[in-house]
C-alpha cells in the first residue's frame, strides 16, 4: 500500500516555464487536495476536490490549476511560475467515511523558480 | 475566516525539559482538533487527534494535548523532551460549518539540545 505519492521530489523551473505536480493515491479516497508550506505561514490550501469531476479553490489558488479525471489522481499545474511559488508542496487525501477526519500526506515536492 | 495560532515560531530546549506548545483557533462550532509533526527532511506526520469525548488526547512518541472548549485551545505537551523530537509541529482545525477543510497553523519550530 503506497498511500500517497508525489512526483517529482525536486524541480528547479525558469519563471514563465509550465509544469505539473503529479499526485496519486491507492486508498480509494475521495477526498484530495494541495497545500504549500512557506516559512513562518504554516500550511495553505490551493486547491482540493471532493470526488472524481469536482474541484474548487481553497486559500491560495492563483497560479494554479487541478483536475480530478479519476479517483486516483489529482495533478497539481503551475500555468507560468513565478519567483513566489517557490515552496514545498504536498498533496493529501483522506477518506469520505469511516475515519473520514485523519489526512494522508504525500512526502513533498520541493520547488524553485528562478 | 477561521483562524488557527501558534505562540511561538521557535522553542529551544534541552533534553529532559518540558515541552508545551500553544494552539488556539477561532472556530465557533464543533471542531476536528490535530497535531502533526514534521522531523527534518521527512513528510508531515500525524501525532494526535481530538474528535469527542476525553479532551485529554494521548498521541505517539509520548505527546499528548488538551483541548480547552472554553479557551479555544489545543496544546501540544510533553513532560520530558529528547533530541529526536527536534522537529516542526504544525495544529491544525477542521470544522463541518467550514466543509471540514483542514485549516493549519503557523508552524512551531522545537530544537532540543542535547
Known sequence: NAGVTQTPKFQVLKTGQSMTLQCAQDMNHEYMSWYRQDPGMGLRLIHYSVGAGITDQGEVPNGYNVS?????????????????????????????GGDRNTIYFGEGSWLTVV | AQSVSQHNHHVILSEA????????YSYGGTVNLFWYVQYPGQHLQLLLKYFSGDPLVKGIKGFEAEFIKSKFSFNLRKPSVQWSDTAEYFCA??????????????GTILRVKS
Open chain 2, 17 to 24: 525539559a518540558s515541552l508545551e506548545l500553544g494552539c488556539n
Open chain 1, 68 to 96: 480530478r479525471s479519476t479517483t486516483e489522481d489529482f495533478p497539481l499545474r503551475l500555468l507560468s511560475a513565478a519567483p513566489s511559488q517557490t515552496s514545498v508542496y504536498f498533496c493529501a487525501s483522506r477518506a469520505r
Open chain 2, 93 to 106: 482545525v477542521s470544522s463541518m460549518e467550514y466543509g471540514n477543510k483542514l485549516v493549519f497553523g503557523a
